[in-house]
């Protein structure tokens, strides 16, 4: 009341002023709020993101991620049941779609990898060393665990690719997609050739699945499922002490604002 009484005189305005400023004073603020809401949110009532920002794609000019070999290690990622939940509540579902984008652009950045696709839930990357994919893969994984009970699938492959007029093409991604479709919610599941490729790293354990039908391959094929540690730290942030490097890196995800969207599903 003691700022209306200030204004009121000020501007000679009539008694009722009083109310009506005290009126506004209280509503401004939640109005405000309503209005931020709306205006981060589409048409259709889902969360806006920066999604478009975000390094997908490339062009023929651009470095295409690959070893000497000119082989690309392929990550195909999706969320076991992304489509059940779409069905229940399909806004909490689109918003955990687009937030995943988000989760997973660091991570791609901090291994070197280039965001090709996301179809739906599903997501297709690419590296130039099988290492960092599969390092890549377990530290969103072990993430993911604080963003939702909705679990990872997720198949890795080593093949050519080919960039055509902006297009990725190559019988590799429908074999990772296809080996994505093996893994169990929750695992990271990989081809031989990934296998082998990371073979010498004290830090990834692997565990043969057997021999398996791969959709696109001929015959039966060797998969192998990778360890889920409680924490993984990569090789690199390991110091000659074994003490693990503290992350500097203050380019992170916050997973805190995300669980707040997300919560509840």
Same mark, same amino acid.
């Given at each position: 009341?003691?700022?209306?009484?200030?204004?009121?005189?000020?501007?000679?305005?009539?008694? +009722?002023? /009083?109310?009506?400023? *005290?009126? #506004?004073? $209280?509503?401004?603020?939640?109005?405000?709020? %309503?209005?931020?809401?709306?205006?981060?949110?589409?048409?259709?009532?889902?969360?806006?993101?920066?999604?478009?920002?975000?390094?997908?794609?490339?062009?023929?000019?651009?470095?295409?991620?690959?070893?000497?070999?000119?082989?690309?290690?392929?990550?195909?990622?999706?969320?076991?049941?992304?489509?059940?939940?779409?069905?229940?509540?399909?806004?909490?579902?689109?918003?955990?779609?687009?937030?995943?984008?988000?989760?997973?652009?660091?991570?791609?950045?901090?291994?070197?990898?280039?965001?090709?696709?996301?179809?739906?839930?599903?997501?297709?990357?690419?590296?130039?060393?099988?290492?960092?994919?599969?390092?890549?893969?377990?530290?969103?994984?072990?993430? +993911?665990? /604080?963003?939702?009970? *909705?679990? #990872?699938? $997720?198949?890795?492959?080593?093949?050519?690719? %080919?960039?055509?007029?902006?297009?990725?093409?190559?019988?590799?991604?429908?074999?990772?997609?296809?080996?994505?479709?093996?893994?169990?919610?929750?695992?990271?599941?990989?081809?031989?050739?990934?296998?082998?490729?990371?073979?010498?790293?004290?830090?990834?354990?692997?565990?043969?699945?057997?021999?398996?039908?791969?959709?696109?391959?001929?015959?039966?094929?060797?998969?192998?499922?990778?360890?889920?540690?409680?924490?993984?730290?990569?090789?690199?942030?390991?110091?000659?002490?074994?003490?693990?490097?503290?992350?500097?890196?203050?380019?992170?995800?916050?997973?805190?604002?995300?669980?707040?969207?997300?919560?509840?599903?």
């Amino acid at each position: 009341m003691q700022v209306a009484n200030i204004i009121v005189p000020a501007l000679h305005l009539p008694d +009722w002023s /009083n109310t009506l400023i *005290l009126i #506004l004073l $209280i509503l401004g603020f939640p109005i405000a709020m %309503i209005f931020a809401w709306l205006y981060d949110r589409t048409s259709a009532g889902f969360v806006k993101t920066d999604d478009e920002s975000l390094d997908e794609g490339f062009t023929e000019k651009s470095t295409f991620p690959q070893n000497k070999d000119g082989q690309s290690t392929i990550v195909y990622i999706d969320i076991d049941g992304f489509t059940r939940l779409l069905d229940q509540d399909e806004k909490k579902a689109l918003d955990l779609m687009h937030y995943k984008h988000k989760v997973f652009q660091p991570f791609i950045e901090k291994y070197h990898g280039l965001l090709i696709k996301r179809v739906g839930e599903g997501t297709l990357c690419v590296f130039a060393d099988a290492a960092k994919a599969v390092c890549f893969c377990l530290e969103i994984q072990q993430s +993911w665990k /604080n963003i939702s009970p *909705l679990k #990872l699938k $997720i198949g890795i492959h080593i093949d050519k690719l %080919i960039v055509e007029h902006g297009d990725i093409m190559g019988k590799g991604i429908k074999i990772a997609s296809n080996i994505k479709n093996i893994s169990k919610p929750g695992s990271i599941c990989i081809s031989q050739p990934v296998s082998i490729q990371i073979a010498d790293r004290p830090d990834i354990h692997t565990e043969s699945m057997g021999n398996q039908t791969i959709e696109g391959l001929d015959g039966d094929h060797e998969l192998y499922s990778i360890f889920m540690p409680e924490q993984f730290i990569p090789m690199e942030e390991v110091d000659n002490a074994g003490i693990p490097v503290q992350n500097t890196n203050t380019n992170k995800t916050n997973y805190t604002s995300i669980l707040m969207w997300i919560g509840g599903i």
